[in-house]
């Protein structure tokens, strides 16, 4: 059963600085999503990583994916407070469309 | 170009009801998804649709239920409902269900009392 974990599940930090998101999972994919999800809202796709070695960014967030880790990474460049949220990572296994989702990282980003 | 609809937005049923859900993809979009969203499990896969199959299921009872039609709408149902049942339930709407992206719709929050 593939699994996917988030480290850390909660991140407060200050308005400025940096952080890194790492979402690790159990099993093949070379294909992962990243989600923001904003309170009581659905989900707003970020990144779509399809290979080893994708790196996309957007304003102050870039995502990267090593498949031979197992591993991928949401950096927060100078965050301010709007990025403030919480962003899944999710694996699509080989067989098709099913995401398996992290447990989230709630991120509050604080003047 | 319109979004993924879903509809209700919000819904209250009585424990052992049953309730459906309608999702509308984005135009051109033939592969459906569902999920559920609670405080405690997360967001959990319950089933895909392509083409009016169901192509992938998750670990839900057989009381969740779900169906697509040619117009590629698709519809949950939920038979005897639950307490635990209550969530935010979202639908998720792709091209391809293969290394395209899929975009979610605004979820419908079920409660159960």
């Known amino acids: 059963e593939l699994k996917v974990e988030q480290n850390p599940l909660f991140l407060s930090m200050q308005e400025g600085k940096n952080y890194t998101i790492y979402c690790n999972y159990s099993?093949?994919?070379?294909?992962l999503y990243w989600y923001r999800q904003d309170p009581g809202k659905s989900l707003e796709s970020l990144f779509v990583?399809?290979?080893?070695?994708a790196v996309k960014q957007e304003g102050r967030l870039m995502a990267s994916l090593d498949t031979k880790a197992r591993l991928s990474t949401l950096h927060i460049t100078a965050a301010v407070h709007d990025l403030s949220a919480t962003y899944f990572c999710?694996?699509?296994?080989?067989?098709?469309?099913?995401?398996?989702f992290g447990e989230g990282t709630q991120l509050t980003v604080n003047p | 170009k319109a979004g993924v609809t879903q509809t209700p937005r919000y819904l209250i049923k009585t424990r052992g009801q049953q309730v459906t859900l309608s999702c509308s993809p984005i135009?051109?979009?033939?592969?459906v998804s569902w999920y559920q969203q609670t405080p405690g499990q997360g967001l959990q896969f319950l089933f895909e649709?392509?083409?009016?199959?169901?192509?992938n299921k998750g670990n839900f009872p057989g009381r969740f239920s779900g169906r697509q039609f040619s117009n590629s709408r698709s519809e949950m149902n939920v038979s005897t409902l639950e307490l635990g049942d209550s969530a935010l339930y979202l639908c998720?709407?792709?091209?391809?269900?293969?290394?395209?992206?899929?975009?979610f719709g605004q979820g419908t929050r079920l409660t159960v009392v």
């Open positions: 099993t093949t994919s070379d294909r």
């Open positions: 999710a694996v699509d296994e080989a067989s098709g469309s099913r995401l398996t």
């Open positions: 998720a709407s792709a091209w391809d269900s293969r290394n395209t992206e899929a975009f």
């Open positions: 990583l399809l290979s080893n070695g």
């Open positions: 649709y392509f083409s009016e199959t169901q192509r």
């Open positions: 135009s051109g979009h033939r592969s």
